[in-house]
């Protein structure tokens, strides 16, 4: 089965020579060699404000300093939110005692 067309084809018309694509919102022209990574980068930088995304590579995008650097729940904030999760969802009776020395078997 062929590959399907980019979407980034709908922003240009190949001319007949098949080397080169206009650009059908500011009539630049475009070489083609391989692929359309230059057309693409045409609308990226030329264009941004076009919806380009479906014409864009499919790339996770790379996390900011504010997500990677978030304040995360504390190990024992996350073990203690799975464990209370744990005891309501599967009905388990918790004893608690503030005895500490008292031994519950």
């Given at each position: 089965?062929?590959?399907?067309p ?22 630049a ?8 990574s230059?057309l ?11 919806d ?8 996770s ?8 650097f ?20 599967a ?7 503030a ?7």
């Amino acid at each position: 089965m062929p590959p399907l067309p980019s979407e980034v084809w709908k922003h240009f018309r190949k001319s007949a020579d098949k080397s080169t694509a206009s650009c059908l919102l500011c009539s630049a022209t475009i070489q083609l060699h391989c692929g359309t990574s230059n057309l693409r980068n045409h609308i990226n930088f030329k264009h941004p404000s076009v919806d380009n995304k479906k014409a864009s590579p499919d790339v996770s995008k790379q996390q900011t300093l504010h997500q990677v650097f978030a304040p995360r729940p504390s190990s024992s904030e996350t073990i203690n939110q799975a464990l209370a999760n744990f005891v309501v969802q599967a009905y388990v009776p918790m004893i608690y005692s503030a005895d500490k020395t008292r031994n519950c078997e």
